[in-house]
């Protein structure tokens, strides 16, 4: 039977998500996973949306981008929102691939998520994918 992945992705920022949701797509279709995509409008949403549908998956991949600005804002989202996917993780002892990008600018955000560079998507999916087997 083949096993479940539910990719949350924030389309925050759309380029950057679409990046890394193909990376993911790509990398579970090459290893025969069923997935399926929903989008949260920020990061921040990501960790409800992974709890709601938790009883419907074997796995969650997470996906989005956060860009340090000119206040606190950056890390309150990146520490929050990896502490509760963390937290998600462990209780419900299911795994979650974390693609969620922590860069300082726009320009470290694209390499990250470039398909043929350092895709963090592919990696999250490597990641939930090993969990799971």
């Known amino acids: ?12 920022y759309s380029n950057i998500s679409n990046n890394l949701e193909t990376g993911a797509v790509n990398t579970l279709k090459e290893s025969n996973f069923e997935y399926e995509i929903i989008h949260a409008p920020g990061c921040f949403e990501i960790p409800y949306l992974i709890k709601k549908n938790i ?5 969650f991949i997470a996906l989005g981008c956060v860009i ?3 206040t606190y804002h950056f890390e309150i989202i990146s520490n929050e929102t990896s502490r509760k996917i963390l937290d998600l993780s462990v209780e419900f002892t299911i795994p979650i691939g974390l693609g969620i990008l922590t860069c300082y600018n726009l320009q470290q955000a694209t390499i ?8 963090k998507g592919r990696e999250a999916a490597l990641a939930c994918i090993e969990l799971l087997k």
């Open 112 to 119: 990250r998520s470039d398909i043929n560079q350092k895709n």
């Open 1 to 12: 039977m083949s096993k479940k992945i539910l990719i949350v992705s924030s389309n925050y």
């Open 55 to 59: 009883n419907n998956y074997d796995g």
């Open 68 to 70: 340090k600005g000119e």
